[in-house]
Structures are given as C-alpha cells and as structure tokens.
C-alpha cells in the first residue's frame, strides 16, 4: 500500500491504529462526503433529494457488488443486530426447531437466537471453541432434520478465525437449513461471495472494515432466504412504490427492499459510497493480501517474544485479526493501557489482546508495536 492511500488517514499522524476490529477511522474523504450532504440540507432542504437516492442506490450497488449479489439482494439497516434480529423474527418457529451456532460468537449472533428459545421453546445448540478455532467438525454434528439456521461469523471477533463457509452451507443445506452469517468482522478486509460460499443470509456494520462513521448497517437476502424470511418491521417505504401514499394494496418491496422501513440515515450514506469506491478501487483481494502478509510478520515478530498467539494462522482459517495472550503479570487491559501510553491502539477483549491492522498500515507500524510491548 501506498503513502498517498496511508495520507487519507490523518490519525496516522498521531497513533499506530491497530483496533479497526472495533471502529475504524474513515479516510478524509468520506468525512468530506457525510460533511457536504448535510451542508446540502442546511443551504437547501429537500432540494436535492433525489440527488442522495442516487447516492444510495450507487453505494448499494458497490456493497452488492462487493459480495457477489444482485442490488435488490441488499438493504441498508442499523446495525448487525438489527440484521440478524429482523432474520430471527421472520421465520415461522415451533418448539423442537433448532439453531445451530458458536459459543463465542459476537452477542449481536447470540440474543436474537435466544429469544427464540425463551418464545417459542427453540433449541440453540453451541460448538465449543478448541484452541482459538471454531471446530467445523464439531459444528456440523450438531446440524439435524430440525435445524432451521446454522448461524456464524465469516472471522470471529475475539479469535480472528476464519470459517470455510462453504462447507458449513453444505451441511446446512444438506438438511434444508439455512446459513446465517454474521460478515461484520470480513466484509471490506477480506473477498466474500455469498453465492460460491452458499451463504444465504448476512448481516455486517460499516464502522469496521468498511471505514464508515457509526450508524448504518447492511442485510442480505438470497433467493432461498427470501422465500422463507418474511419482513416483520415494515414501513411506508417497504412497498413497491412509496411515493404512491394513498395505495395500501401495494406488494412488498422486491428481494430484500422490503426490509428498509423508511427515512435512510443519508449522510451516513453518503459516507459509505465514498469508502466503499476506496475499497473497490484498492481491491479487495489487493487488501486482503496485504493485510495477510503483514498478519503474518507480526506474528512471526511476537513467536520472536515468545508470545502466545491464540488466533490460527492455518491458510485456510487466518484473517487480518490477530490475537495474543499477555505474559505473566500482565492482563489484556494493562497491557492495553500500556501501549495506548505509547499511542498504539488495540483493544482487551475477554482474556485476549486482539491486534487488527487495516490496508493503510505498515510493517512499521507493527514494528513500533512490537518494540512497545514488555
């Protein structure tokens, strides 16, 4: 990566910024992008209204483009756990259903699971976590006859464990269940193709990798979920024509329209296109590489230390997040505040240090945190 793509983030002036696993900083321009469509609004009002609906329908179509679905397949929410809520409460439960998940996975992939259990007597049955890795093994003998979703995250948050998706879309389809994913902690760090990883379901903020402020969120819908999810918070703009306000006979929104109530966050928005355009012209796979290699040599680096790195490094399970053990005498949030002393940003996370690089940062910046840690 360059130093003209690196400039884009003035933090970089400060900190050594390893924590994007948590809040990225978004580059310059997408702040530009937030900062002009509400200037737009004080000068102008509504003025230029369709102006950011075309703002909109270009950033779904990058978001969509970035996982390999059609632009209906996608609509912008809150959040994830707005996501996997509105897919948990879509479907048509009875007792002795059951959903498959991990016991370690981000809480925004557990509530909406357990919800069910206490409404409606599903079971959530959980894999246990081996070594820093989700046993795949493990997870697929718990998928039956009466599971209806097999849900998990593309790269655990507090592992950086990468799945292999494919093969659990195979064993949920193999029971007609379907796979939910949780794509916060890959999408815009590394490739995701929700046809050729058989995922039918995903949820992911735009805070992390995506570099966007805070506040907007995507859902996706494949065919075979759509057929089964039904949009449960609905609005005026959940219908096929919202702006025909007098007829209430309209069908749903196609594909996974139907899933955005009404009033979009616009500025936030208008903030994602500019960073989803950054990312797409970087490359996603050009990102993820990098970010691989230098996961890699930080790794190598802390085994230099003797450091404990919980996170798999296999080929086939590493991501861009690495986490470590802290050595006797230290804890992950004394060990955090020390280098947050040194202006190097990671993040405790349970009995982990996690350390997450995004596409700006450099072999020096991992050197200065390696020279920075006891």
Same mark, same amino acid.
């Given at each position: ?19 994007? %696993? +948590? ?30 609906? +075309? ?46 998940? @991990? ?9 909406? &699971? $357990? ?20 046993? /795949? ?13 097999? %849900? ?10 990468? %799945? ?44 992390? &990798? /995506? ?6 969120? /995507? $859902? ?27 007829? @209430? ?28 355009? $950054? ?9 993820? +590489? ?37 050595? !006797? ?38 050197? %200065?945190?390696? !020279?920075?840690?006891?």
């Amino acid at each position: 990566m360059n130093k003209s793509l690196r400039a884009l983030f003035p933090m970089t002036e400060r900190f050594v910024y390893l924590n994007h %696993a +948590a809040i990225s900083p978004p580059p310059a321009q997408t702040i530009e992008a937030v900062a002009a469509q509400i200037k737009d609004v004080t000068e102008n009002g509504s003025l230029h209204y369709r102006s950011w609906v +075309a703002v909109r329908e270009r950033a779904r179509r990058l978001a969509a483009e970035m996982i390999g679905a059609r632009t209906e397949q996608v609509a912008f929410m809150r959040n994830t756990s707005d996501g996997l809520s509105t897919i948990a409460n879509g479907l048509s439960w009875k007792a002795g259903d059951n959903v498959v998940t @991990f016991r370690r996975e981000f809480p925004s992939n557990i509530y909406p &699971w $357990l919800r069910l259990r206490a409404a409606f007597g599903v079971e959530v049955r959980f894999s246990d976590e081996r070594d820093g890795r989700v046993d /795949l093994d493990e997870l697929i003998r718990l998928i039956d006859d009466r599971t209806r979703i097999v %849900a998990i995250s593309h790269v655990q948050y507090a592992s950086g464990f990468r %799945a292999d998706l494919e093969r659990v879309g195979r064993a949920a389809r193999s029971h007609d269940a379907l796979l939910v994913v949780d794509v916060i902690q890959a999408m815009g760090a590394l490739p995701v193709n929700v046809e050729a990883e058989l995922i039918d379901a995903a949820a992911g903020a735009c805070h992390k &990798w /995506l570099l966007t402020p805070e506040g907007v969120g /995507l $859902l996706y819908l494949s065919d075979r979920a759509r057929e089964r999810v039904e949009p449960t918070l609905v609005g005026w703009a959940s219908v096929t024509d919202p702006e025909d306000y007098g007829n @209430f006979e309209q069908d749903w929104a196609r594909g996974t329209l139907a899933w955005e109530t009404g009033t979009a966050p616009t500025a936030l928005i208008h903030g994602l296109e500019s960073s989803l355009r $950054l990312l797409t012209e970087t490359g996603t796979e050009r990102i993820a +590489a990098h970010l691989l290699e230098l996961t890699d040599y930080l790794c190598e680096r802390l085994r230099s230390l003797d450091y404990k790195i919980i996170s798999s490094r296999r080929d086939n399970e590493k991501s861009q997040i690495v986490c470590i053990q802290p050595k !006797d005498g230290w804890t992950p949030l004394t060990l955090y505040a020390h280098l947050k002393k040194r202006n190097i940003i990671v993040a405790p996370r349970g009995e982990r240090l996690r350390i997450a690089p995004h596409l700006y940062n450099t072999r020096e910046d991992i050197d %200065a945190l390696i !020279d920075a840690l006891p």
